[in-house]
C-alpha cells in the first residue's frame, strides 16, 4: 500500500512564526502535491513537484514556499504564519504518467494564533 | 472527531440498503474521474476511478457511472455499512492540465442502524 506520512497530526504557531510541514512517501512516486483543505471550499492546490528540485505554483501560493530535495520528500514552508493559514493540510504523491490517483497523508491541522 | 465540512450536503441511509452519490463535474474536456471516502480525522481515501472512455466501472461493493452527455457522476455503494460513514467526493482531471484535479465539495453520507 502506498504510504503518505505527515510528519505532525496536530501542530500550533504564532503569527509571524515560520512553519514546516514535511511529507514523506514510500512508493517512488514522482509527483507530489500540497492542499489545504476548509469547510465549504474543498482542497485547494498550493503547490505541486513532478520531480525533484522542481516546484510549481497551485491555485493559492501566496504565503507559502516548497522544497523538494529528495523525491520522497515534499516540505511546505509558510514564511510568516498568518491566522488566515489555519486550515487542514495535505499531502498527496502519485506515479508520473497521465491518469494516476493521487494517494493523501492523513493531514496536518494547523491552528495560528 | 474532526469535521470536513459544515454545510455539506448529506445523503442518510440505512444498514443494508444502497446508497448512490452525485457528483456534477464542471469541465467538459475532463478525461479522469477519481472518488474519494474520508473519514473524520484523516486524509481521502482512493476508492475507484474511471476514464472518459468507459461509462461504468465497478469495484467491491462500489459501481462508478459517468454520464458524459450531462457531465455528471456518481458512485452507488451497495449493501452500506456504518463504516462507510464518512465523506464522499469526486475529482476530476482536465486534458492538460498535467496531474492536478479539481476536487468537488464532498457529500457526506449517514449510515443509520
Known amino acids: 500500500d502506498v504510504k503518505v506520512t505527515q510528519s505532525s497530526r496536530y501542530l500550533v504557531k504564532r503569527t509571524g512564526e515560520k512553519v514546516f510541514l514535511e511529507c514523506v512517501q514510500d512508493m517512488d512516486h514522482e509527483n507530489m502535491f500540497w492542499y489545504r483543505q476548509d469547510p465549504g471550499l474543498g482542497l485547494r492546490l498550493i503547490y505541486f513537484s513532478y520531480d525533484v528540485k522542481m516546484k510549481e505554483k497551485g491555485d493559492i501560493p501566496e504565503g507559502y514556499s516548497v522544497s523538494r530535495e529528495k523525491k520522497e520528500r515534499f516540505s511546505l514552508i509558510l514564511e510568516s504564519a498568518s491566522t488566515n493559514q489555519t486550515s487542514m493540510y495535505l499531502c498527496?504523491?502519485?506515479?508520473?504518467?497521465?491518469?494516476?490517483?493521487?494517494?493523501f497523508g492523513d493531514g496536518t491541522r494547523l491552528s495560528i494564533l | 472527531g474532526e469535521s470536513v465540512g459544515l454545510h455539506l450536503p448529506t445523503l442518510s441511509v440505512q444498514e443494508g440498503d444502497n446508497s448512490i452519490i452525485n457528483c456534477a463535474y464542471s469541465?467538459?474536456?475532463?478525461?479522469?474521474f477519481i472518488w474519494y471516502k474520508q473519514e473524520s480525522g484523516k486524509g481521502p481515501q482512493f476508492i475507484i476511478d474511471i476514464r472518459s472512455n468507459m461509462d461504468k466501472r465497478q469495484g467491491q461493493r462500489v459501481t462508478v457511472l459517468l454520464n458524459k452527455t450531462v457531465k455528471h457522476l456518481s458512485l452507488q455503494i451497495a449493501a452500506t455499512q456504518p463504516g462507510d460513514s464518512a465523506v464522499y467526493f469526486c475529482?476530476?482531471?482536465?486534458?492538460?492540465?498535467?496531474?492536478?484535479?479539481?476536487f468537488g465539495p464532498g457529500t457526506r453520507l449517514s449510515v443509520l442502524p
Open positions: 469541465n467538459s474536456a475532463s478525461d479522469y
Open positions: 498527496a504523491s502519485s506515479l508520473g504518467g497521465t491518469n494516476q490517483p493521487q494517494h
Open positions: 475529482a476530476e482531471r482536465t486534458h492538460g492540465y498535467g496531474q492536478n484535479f479539481v
